[in-house]
Structures are given as structure tokens and as C-alpha cells.
């Protein structure tokens, strides 16, 4: 039986890669080697997802625009001199062969830099499960449907068949704006009633509800 999404879109951090911690911490850390106030948890976690620099007048506003530039460069050396510590949630590869195996092409749409997620591809060994990405830093940033647009355009699947599957309602915002379906996972960084408030197709609490619901549903 062929799948009812051929094309499954998944966000990177926070969906498959448990890294909402090391980001947090990456902002929080960068702001203050500006000398600038504590960014609150939830501030910071709020923007994930988002591309840096516009996530990054979000998180901290206070600081003058000429000096976002910089920011973005003390929170990637936070960032990269961390993530080696962090992996993928557990029983996600063996979801991602599951799903490949099953027919599903698979692509990511994320907020990350072409560099961060290439790192982050090669750190976990999924470079070659992937048939297309995109990234923040080559595309439109989240909520605007180019990044998705880009995908369905490279593979050649309608958004009738494509499923946007992602932890924030950046995600969700995004397939909305492209016209296509979303699942939302609720352990990565947005809570649980923002995330029903954008109506996803469902809203799954951990990697083996999210495999049920794709072999039942996708």
C-alpha cells in the first residue's frame, strides 16, 4: 500500500535532535558575554526554530541591530563547542529506516545553518537518509513557506501528499502557510496548548507515539 504522505518534512531540533537544552543555554550564554540581562527559559526556547538572527532580536531586543551580527557569533561558538554532547532522541534512527523502508521520502526543513545542520547530519550518520534539506541561511526563514515550497518543488510532491512533522508552531505555521498537513511532537520546545491551538493533524509525546501514529495514520 503506498503511504498517504509520500513526502514526510521533519523540522531538526527539538523533533529528531535533543537539543533544546544546548541552544537555550547557547542564547543565554551568548547574551551574557554582552553584558546583557538573563534571557528567561521560556523566552529563549520560544524562538527555536526561527533563523538565528531573527531569533535572536526576539530573545534578547534589547540589544542595538548593527550588533546582532556579533550575537549570532558568540552563541554559534557556544553552540558548536557543546553539541557534540547532544544526539538524537532515542529510537529515531530506527524510525527514520522504518519510514525510508516503508516508502516515505524523506526531507528536512529546519532554522539551522547549512553548516550546523551538515555537522549535525554527518555527527548522527543520517546524511544519506535524507533525499533533500534546507536550511534557515538558504531559504526563507520559518513561518515562510518557501523553505517547504523548495522541498516539494525539488522532489516533486504535491502538498497534498507532504506532512510537516515539527516540535514548534514555527513548524506548523509554516506548513499551514504552504498548504500542507502538520503533526506536531510534544517534546521538543513549544508546549503542549500552543501547539494544539495551530490544530495539527495530531500531537504525539514521544518517539514511539510518533511511530505509531505515522504507521497508523501516515
Known amino acids: 500500500m503506498n503511504p498517504r504522505f509520500e513526502l ?23 547574551a551574557r558575554e554582552f553584558g546583557l540581562p538573563e534571557v528567561p527559559t521560556e523566552r529563549a526556547r520560544h524562538v527555536i526554530g526561527l533563523g538565528l538572527e531573527p531569533a535572536l532580536q526576539i530573545a534578547v531586543p534589547e540589544l542595538p541591530r548593527e550588533q546582532y551580527r556579533e550575537l549570532a557569533n558568540a552563541y554559534r561558538r557556544h553552540y558548536f563547542a557543546s ?12 524510525l527514520l529506516h522504518e519510514l525510508a523502508g516503508r516508502g516515505h521520502r524523506l526531507a528536512v526543513a529546519t532554522g539551522k545553518s547549512r553548516r550546523g545542520l551538515d555537522e549535525a547530519l554527518r555527527q548522527v550518520g543520517l546524511q544519506d537518509l535524507f533525499e533533500a534539506t534546507r536550511t534557515a541561511d538558504e531559504t526563507a526563514s520559518k513561518p515562510n513557506p518557501q523553505m517547504l515550497h523548495e522541498l516539494m518543488d525539488e522532489l516533486g510532491v504535491p502538498a497534498h501528499a507532504t506532512l510537516m512533522i515539527g ?47 505515522l504507521r497508523t495514520h501516515g
Open 8 to 30: 514526510l518534512a521533519f523540522d531538526w531540533d527539538g523533533t529528531l535532535f535533543d537539543s533544546t537544552a544546548c541552544i537555550v543555554k547557547s542564547i543565554q550564554a551568548a
Open 83 to 94: 553539541v557534540h554532547e547532544v544526539t538524537l532522541f532515542e529510537g529515531v534512527p530506527e
Open 167 to 213: 516540535d514548534t508552531t514555527h513548524d506548523l505555521q509554516l506548513a499551514a502557510n504552504a498548504g500542507t498537513a502538520a503533526l506536531a511532537v510534544g517534546f521538543g520546545a513549544h508546549g503542549h496548548e500552543e501547539l494544539q491551538s495551530l490544530r495539527p493533524l495530531g500531537l504525539v509525546h514521544d518517539v514511539p507515539a510518533l511511530a505509531h501514529w
